[in-house]
């Protein structure tokens, strides 16, 4: 019989998915190996990206959305000379460049280096028919492969980092990190617009997601073998963290709002200054994550916090470094320390 803390299985295991399956695909096997009651991500890939996803289980995945926030970074590959319907290789050739001039073939690098500042900062861009984006319920994929097309309004994304790893005509390798809600599909094809001979994606790894790095994901065999969870925090360690005493914990659990002062004395300017917090319990030599609150005012209101029993669990019970180790949902509290 399992105890009541060991059923939840709260937390966040990085994958990196490999080409073929769908995120949602990845997500469920993750879920199933990790016997997890909810499970999501933090971005979707396309089957044909390869590279890091973030699977939310339990509580994590009510902090989900503040990663999907977070800038992304991508390897591409690009193949000149041809476009596709779908801006990838899985597309159909809408047009073929026949008559490439020899400046481009045998300086394909220079002349990327060239157009790379019109594509850094923000710009504007066109998503790809072949996207889940929403148009009246459905997803702009179902429309084009029935063959119905739209003229879709621009987008304002932002470029941070662009740089050219190898060219080669008529391949070429980048890495970009970007905002939310950039398609690198676009990117390319409009890069490959720029040197007028047309381009597509022929493949895609993502590897890095805010803070979470491809080097910390594990394949989807492992997740089945062995399976590996972080802490349900690990999504939001870029927001600033304040640890509070029992009673005032007991009081946030409870809805009541707190004033700055009152739980640190002494606050730090990245704390005093930051619109929102993690708050933590302080239990012996532990610290437990309650979830975040807003600052306003400089005062505390609770914003998302963990399940009432989760908050139950982690103020009312005792623990040794034995039982932490023995419960999955807060296992890892013990093994990094973010103070």
């Not at 302080?282 to 005062?299: A, C, I, P, R, T």
């Not at 296992?331 to 973010?338: A, D, F, R």
Request: charge should be neutral.
């Amino acid at each position: 019989m399992r105890s009541e803390a060991l059923r939840w299985t709260d937390g966040v295991v990085l994958i990196d998915k490999p080409r073929g399956i769908s995120s949602q695909k990845a997500v469920t096997l993750v879920k199933h190996a990790m016997h997890a009651d909810k499970a999501g991500h933090t971005g979707t890939l396309d089957p044909i990206a390869t590279g890091l996803l973030a699977v939310c289980l339990g509580e994590a995945t009510k902090y989900s959305q503040d990663l999907f926030n977070a800038d992304k970074t991508y390897i591409a590959t690009m193949l000149f000379g041809v476009k596709t319907d779908s801006g990838d290789s899985e597309g159909k050739v809408i047009a073929r460049n026949e008559s490439t001039s020899p400046l481009l073939i045998d300086h394909l690098a220079v002349q990327l280096q060239n157009i790379v500042p019109r594509f850094l900062g923000q710009i504007s861009q066109i998503p790809p028919m072949y996207s889940a984006i929403k148009r009246d319920g459905r997803p702009l994929y179902a429309y084009a492969r029935e063959g119905e097309m739209f003229d879709l309004e621009a987008r304002q994304v932002n470029i941070t980092h662009l740089e050219i790893l190898s060219a080669a005509w008529p391949v070429a390798v980048i890495k970009v990190s970007c905002s939310k809600g950039t398609y690198i599909r676009s990117l390319i094809s409009d890069i490959g617009d720029a040197l007028g001979c047309g381009a597509h994606m022929t493949e895609l790894r993502r590897t890095q997601i805010g803070h979470l790095r491809i080097e910390d994901a594990f394949s989807i065999d492992q997740v089945a073998a062995q399976p590996e969870m972080m802490e349900v925090d690990s999504l939001i360690m870029h927001i600033p963290a304040l640890v509070l005493e029992h009673h005032l914990a007991l009081r946030l659990k409870m809805g009541q709002r707190i004033h700055l002062r009152d739980a640190a004395h002494e606050p730090k300017s990245d704390i005093s200054n930051a619109p929102i917090l993690r708050i933590y319990h302080l239990q012996q030599n532990s610290k437990q994550f309650m979830g975040l609150v807003d600052v306003k005012q400089e005062v505390l209101h609770p914003k998302r916090l963990l399940a009432t029993d989760r908050l139950e669990n982690v103020l009312e019970q005792s623990f040794t470094p034995h039982s932490l180790m023995a419960d999955i949902s807060i296992k890892h509290h013990l093994q990094n320390s973010y103070f």
